[in-house]
């Protein structure tokens, strides 16, 4: 089982130009998008998070459970559920305005175990963020990373919520001993102020880096640098893209039996093209259409 742990939270996405354009609801939130689309290409997938009881995170929930995601870590609160406001440029990409204070993932408390079958667990976006539940999410990743867990970790970078840029840049390198694959977009990349090199002598077994049309890159531990370009699409709008990458790397590591250090260390150039190319193909079909939706592995074919 892959184990998906952060927020969800409801976007609401303008539906043409103008300030005052309507707004159409959408089940959100980076983590959230990555279970669905884990789900959605058959891994089994458990979301660990805090959902609010008000009608938006019931719709939350039961998007969890009609993608076939398991929720026995989903904490419950009466707090509301988090909004973000995108706003589309002409390329389609998203940038956000959120509304966060006081609620539910706030909240969030550190499990006391995860299921028995665990494999791997997926860290990232506002969860490593904002307080308190942020330090519950970190004192998750250490764990799992101890236990001897895959971990993956997608910062996400949202500068509006980030209030001390240094001090975020300084917890990501505490957080980096105890993540086996970091992946991160190309704008991520720039903003934290790194190298894939000094990412990977930190900790991380690979880096994976986004970089929109231009296609995806990785980087190993050996020094392998692995490059696979974007597939042309019509692009909708990009929302979800990089949660879609994160969940084909995963379902792919997974079907390869590769979800621990030793195995992802020991892949070959032609195995890391054949899951980039994957993750690119899977990527393509969400900027495809509006929102996050993610393919379902019909869609795709065989790995």
């Given at each position: 089982?892959?184990v998906?742990?952060?927020?969800?939270?409801i976007?609401?996405?303008?539906?043409?130009?103008?300030?005052?354009?309507?707004?159409?609801?959408?089940?959100?939130?980076?983590?959230y998008n990555?279970?669905?689309?884990?789900?959605?290409?058959?891994?089994?997938?458990?979301f660990?998070?805090?959902?609010?009881?008000?009608?938006?995170?019931?719709?939350?929930?039961d998007?969890?459970?009609?993608?076939?995601?398991?929720?026995?870590?989903?904490?419950?609160?009466?707090?509301?559920?988090?909004?973000?406001?995108?706003?589309?440029?002409d390329?389609?990409?998203?940038?956000?305005?959120?509304?966060?204070?006081g609620?539910a993932?706030?909240?969030?408390?550190?499990?006391?175990?995860?299921?028995?079958?665990?494999?791997?667990?997926?860290?990232?976006?506002?969860?490593?963020?904002?307080?308190?539940?942020?330090?519950?999410?970190?004192?998750?990743?250490?764990?799992?990373?101890?236990?001897?867990?895959?971990?993956?970790?997608?910062?996400?970078?949202?500068?509006?919520?980030?209030?001390?840029?240094?001090?975020?840049?300084?917890?990501?390198?505490?957080?980096?001993?105890?993540?086996?694959?970091?992946?991160?977009?190309?704008?991520?990349?720039?903003?934290?102020?790194?190298?894939?090199?000094?990412?990977?002598?930190?900790?991380?077994?690979?880096?994976?880096?986004?970089q929109?049309?231009?296609?995806?890159?990785?980087?190993?531990?050996?020094?392998?640098?692995?490059?696979?370009?974007?597939?042309?699409?019509?692009v909708?709008?990009?929302?979800?893209?990089?949660?879609?990458?994160?969940?084909?790397?995963?379902?792919?590591?997974?079907?390869?039996?590769?979800?621990?250090?030793?195995?992802l260390?020991?892949?070959?150039?032609?195995?890391?093209?054949?899951?980039?190319?994957?993750?690119?193909?899977?990527?393509?079909?969400?900027?495809?259409?509006?929102?996050?939706?993610?393919p379902?592995?019909?869609?795709?074919?065989?790995?």
């Amino acid at each position: 089982m892959i184990v998906v742990a952060g927020e969800a939270l409801i976007d609401l996405v303008p539906q043409e130009p103008g300030a005052l354009a309507p707004l159409r609801p959408a089940r959100g939130g980076g983590p959230y998008n990555t279970a669905v689309a884990l789900a959605r290409l058959g891994s089994r997938t458990a979301f660990c998070s805090r959902l609010s009881t008000d009608t938006y995170g019931q719709a939350l929930l039961d998007g969890l459970h009609t993608a076939g995601v398991e929720t026995p870590t989903v904490q419950r609160g009466p707090e509301p559920t988090p909004l973000a406001l995108a706003t589309l440029d002409d390329d389609g990409s998203a940038a956000y305005t959120f509304h966060v204070e006081g609620t539910a993932d706030r909240l969030f408390t550190t499990p006391t175990t995860l299921p028995k079958d665990t494999l791997a667990v997926s860290f990232g976006t506002c969860s490593l963020v904002l307080e308190p539940g942020a330090s519950a999410y970190e004192e998750l990743l250490h764990h799992s990373a101890a236990q001897g867990l895959f971990t993956a970790l997608d910062p996400n970078i949202r500068p509006g919520l980030i209030p001390d840029p240094d001090a975020y840049r300084t917890r990501f390198r505490t957080w980096l001993p105890s993540v086996t694959l970091l992946k991160l977009s190309r704008e991520d990349a720039t903003w934290l102020g790194g190298t894939p090199q000094e990412w990977l002598a930190a900790g991380p077994s690979a880096v994976v880096i986004t970089q929109g049309a231009d296609g995806l890159t990785a980087f190993t531990h050996d020094g392998g640098v692995h490059v696979t370009p974007g597939e042309k699409v019509d692009v909708v709008d990009t929302i979800g893209a990089g949660d879609t990458v994160n969940a084909a790397l995963l379902h792919g590591l997974s079907l390869s039996d590769a979800l621990s250090v030793r195995a992802l260390e020991a892949m070959t150039p032609a195995e890391w093209q054949t899951l980039l190319r994957f993750a690119a193909h899977a990527a393509a079909i969400t900027c495809s259409r509006a929102g996050a939706e993610p393919p379902y592995l019909a869609e795709l074919g065989t790995l």
